[in-house]
């Protein structure tokens, strides 16, 4: 997948390590309960401010 991700549109497979370092796939969390995505800008700028309010 590329471009913009819209609202509705299937989220793209990923593998990232959660704050304690074990891998967590995304398509093993997918049909489990909630899942919420949150994606902000780089830390400690305007953007994670305005974006995270």
């Not at 990923?14 to 899942?35: W, Y």
Request: glycine share 16%.
């Amino acid at each position: 997948m590329s471009g913009k991700i819209e609202v509705g549109d299937r989220a793209p497979t990923f593998r990232l390590p959660d704050q304690e370092g074990k891998e967590v796939d995304l398509a093993d969390r997918i049909g489990r309960g909630s899942l919420v995505l949150y994606f902000y800008p780089k830390d400690f700028t305007i953007g994670l401010y305005v974006g995270g309010s």
